[in-house]
Nanobody, 125 residues
Framework: QVQLVESGGGLVQAGASLRLSCAASGLTFRRHSMGWFRKAPGKEREVVAVISWIASTIDYADSVKDRFAISRDNAENTVYLQMNSLKSADTAVYFC??????????????????WGQGTQVTVSS
């Protein structure tokens, strides 16, 4: 049974930093591309950042480029999202997702077979 558990969310002021973690179990982590997505109130869920199996391909939404960094530790079965210079527009529930085995990284949510429950990030202005 695949489980993805996010942590690290919270309430911060604009300009602060947070680091989200997503611990994966029940799968061969190194074979799965991973992604971070977010859903803000009243908006559809959108991609934030994605990373391929061995981090050879990394992609970011334009809104977070140069502020956020995705990384992974295949030995620890964990993917991270370092978020710097946070803005009120970054307020959302953040989800991590895993592709099907050997799946390519993609901005498309349909490319991801497994999802975590999400962690709330709230940025006050």
């Amino acid at each position: 049974q695949v489980q993805l558990v996010e942590s690290g969310g919270g309430l911060v002021q604009a300009g602060a930093s947070l680091r989200l973690s997503c611990a994966a179990s029940g799968l061969t982590f190194r074979r799965h591309s991973m992604g971070w997505f977010r859903k803000a109130p009243g908006k559809e869920r959108e991609v934030v950042a994605v990373i391929s199996w061995i981090a050879s391909t990394i992609d970011y939404a334009d809104s977070v480029k140069d502020r956020f960094a995705i990384s992974r530790d295949n030995a620890e079965n964990t993917v991270y999202l370092q978020m710097n210079s946070l803005k009120s527009a970054d307020t959302a529930v953040y989800f991590c997702a895993a592709s099907r085995s050997l799946g390519a990284s993609s901005r498309l949510q349909t490319a991801y077979a497994y999802w975590g429950q999400g962690t709330q990030v709230t940025v006050s202005s």
